[in-house]
Nanobody
Framework: QVQLVESGGGLVQPGGSLRLSCAAS????????MGWYRQAPGKERELVAT???????NYVDSVKDRFTISRDNAKNTGYLKMNSLKPEETAGYYC?????????????????WGQGTQVTVSS
């Protein structure tokens, strides 16, 4: 019902920048909160940043002042701009979104995940 597709990952040198995108498609009424998570090999998935539909943002302390989460509600797309990347931030980056589906009085909201995009920070 809701498909999320990430893009924009790749190989970047330490100190470099990348901009990830997360495009939502499908038969939904709205995409509410969106978030970005990352998972390095052998580690648990961790929250990076979230944004409400109204634009209120939240970041994990380690990325504050370097990463910026944003969204374009008209395009149903979220973004994560990452600056000053560090080698230890090499990971798969995943977006999620709370999508409302259905119609009339019969609507539900579920959390959907994309398949991820790889970010490798290395010289």
């Amino acid at each position: 019902q809701v498909q999320l597709v990430e893009s924009g990952g790749g190989l970047v040198q330490p100190g470099g920048s990348l901009r990830l995108s997360c495009a939502a498609s499908g038969a939904f009424i709205s995409i509410n909160a969106m978030g970005w998570y990352r998972q390095a090999p052998g580690k648990e998935r961790e929250l990076v940043a979230t944004i409400t539909r109204g634009g209120i943002t939240n970041y994990v302390d380690s990325v504050k002042d370097r990463f910026t989460i944003s969204r374009d509600n008209a395009k149903n797309t979220g973004y994560l701009k990452m600056n000053s990347l560090k080698p230890e931030e090499t990971a798969g980056y995943y977006c999620n979104g709370d999508g409302t589906v259905g119609k009339g009085l019969k609507t539900t909201t579920n959390t959907y995940w994309g398949q991820g995009t790889q970010v490798t920070v290395s010289s």
